[in-house]
């Protein structure tokens, strides 16, 4: 037998095991005996995760965590999520949509107001960069503010939104998000925020999208360009000029028009970011912001590589209310 051979044929004796094992455990729940089968499948993580079965340790965690929520054992089951995460971060399993699309499955089944919830999303996001501090996966971002979309949690939503490359969805979200808790004078706010905080991000596609979608499909807003409302036209010209790159566009666009956009004292502060990413403007010398402010320019913008920026990230998911 080939060396190729002997490891499939392992792999399918594993298998067996797992679902012989899993047959056993389901019978526990089935029966009510919801304590005593929490305890041994966490009794199998560590005998697997000893002997260094991350796949089968991961696979019989995650069929038990869709076991649990089956039976609205919240706990047990947002438990042995967290061990499927313990195993991603202990082995060296490649970020992969399947992985992704399976935390973002069990996400969407814990409890909405659960303190687990808000540490387990926490853990996915940070090990879906390789922990390397940055913002999280663009597509677990994606899965999470579709999930997040679903329950009408918009600003969290929103806020996963940003950190895709989702422009689609995110203006459709936001239309119903406008529709469902905004004032109509309010229509043009919601999308301008996220084609700048887009922008800030660097990410001048997903803001282009986000702007050409919400525009076309916001049953309140007419035709354009141009617009009725004056943000929306500086939005058209801002993407114009950010494809141009010519500062004096830029600077004459952001003085005709400064009446608009005193409506968000926010506004600025993110063209001055905007500002020094695509027209070469020079960073102020002022001290850094502080405080709210800071944190959610730090947020937004990535200021910082710490290896807790995912979790402070989390923290402030709604960098600007609107409602």
């Given at each position: 037998?080939?060396?190729?051979?002997?490891?499939?044929?392992?792999s399918?004796?594993?298998r067996?095991?797992?679902?012989?094992v899993?047959g056993?455990?389901?019978?526990?729940?089935?029966?009510?005996?919801?304590y005593?089968?929490?305890?041994?499948y966490?009794t199998l993580?560590?005998r697997?995760?000893?002997q260094a079965k991350?796949?089968?340790?991961?696979?019989?965690?995650?069929?038990?965590?869709?076991?649990?929520f089956?039976?609205?054992?919240?706990?047990?089951?947002?438990?042995?999520?967290?061990?499927?995460?313990?195993?991603?971060?202990?082995?060296?399993?490649k970020?992969e949509?399947e992985?992704?699309?399976?935390?973002a499955?069990?996400?969407?089944?814990?409890d909405?107001?659960?303190?687990?919830?808000?540490?387990?999303?926490?853990?996915?996001?940070?090990w879906?960069?390789?922990?390397?501090g940055?913002?999280?996966h663009?597509?677990l971002?994606?899965?999470?503010a579709?999930?997040?979309w679903?329950?009408?949690?918009?600003?969290?939503?929103?806020?996963h939104?940003?950190h895709?490359?989702d422009?689609?969805?995110?203006?459709?979200?936001?239309?119903?998000?406008?529709?469902?808790?905004?004032f109509?004078?309010?229509?043009?706010?919601f999308?301008?925020?996220?084609?700048?905080?887009?922008?800030?991000?660097?990410?001048?596609?997903?803001?282009?999208?986000?702007?050409?979608?919400?525009?076309e499909k916001?049953?309140?807003?007419?035709?354009?360009?141009?617009f009725?409302q004056?943000?929306?036209?500086?939005i058209?010209?801002?993407?114009?000029?950010?494809?141009g790159?010519?500062l004096?566009?830029?600077?004459?666009?952001?003085?005709?028009?400064?009446?608009?956009?005193?409506?968000?004292p926010?506004?600025?502060?993110?063209?001055?970011?905007?500002?020094?990413l695509f027209?070469?403007?020079?960073?102020?010398q002022?001290p850094?912001?502080?405080?709210?402010l800071?944190?959610?320019?730090n947020?937004?913008?990535?200021?910082g590589?710490?290896?807790?920026?995912?979790?402070?990230?989390h923290?402030?998911?709604?960098?600007?209310?609107?409602d």
């Open positions: 037998m080939s060396e190729q051979e002997s490891l499939r044929c392992s399918a004796r594993n067996g095991g797992v679902q012989r899993e056993k455990l389901r019978a526990s729940v089935e029966k009510g005996d919801y005593e089968a929490h305890q041994m966490r993580f560590f697997y995760m000893s991350h796949a089968e340790a991961r696979e019989l965690m995650y069929n038990g965590a869709l076991l649990f089956s039976y609205n054992q919240q706990n047990s089951a947002a438990d042995l999520s967290m061990l499927v995460l313990e195993v991603l971060e202990k082995s060296d399993t970020v949509d992985i992704l699309e399976s935390l499955k069990l996400f969407s089944l814990m909405q107001n659960s303190p687990e919830r808000v540490a387990f999303v926490s853990r996915a996001l940070k879906s960069t390789g922990g390397s940055k913002l999280g663009p597509k971002h994606q899965l999470l579709v999930t997040l679903k329950e009408q949690n918009y600003s969290e939503s929103r806020y939104f940003l895709s490359s422009g689609q969805g995110c203006a459709e979200m936001l239309v119903e998000y406008s529709a469902s808790r905004g109509r004078s309010e229509v043009d706010l999308v301008v925020q996220a084609v700048l905080q887009f922008l800030c991000l660097k990410n001048k596609s997903s803001a282009s999208v986000v702007f050409s979608t919400y525009t916001h049953p309140s807003i007419e035709k354009g360009p141009p009725v004056p943000l929306l036209n500086f058209w010209f801002l993407l114009l000029a950010v494809d790159g010519k004096t566009v830029f600077t004459v666009l952001c003085e005709q028009y400064q009446p608009s956009l005193k409506r968000d926010m506004y600025n502060e993110y063209l001055d970011r905007i500002g020094q027209f070469g403007v020079p960073p102020k002022s850094s912001y502080g405080g709210l800071g944190n959610l320019l947020s937004l913008m990535g200021s590589e710490d290896d807790d920026v995912a979790d402070e990230a923290d402030d998911s709604s960098p600007i209310e609107l």
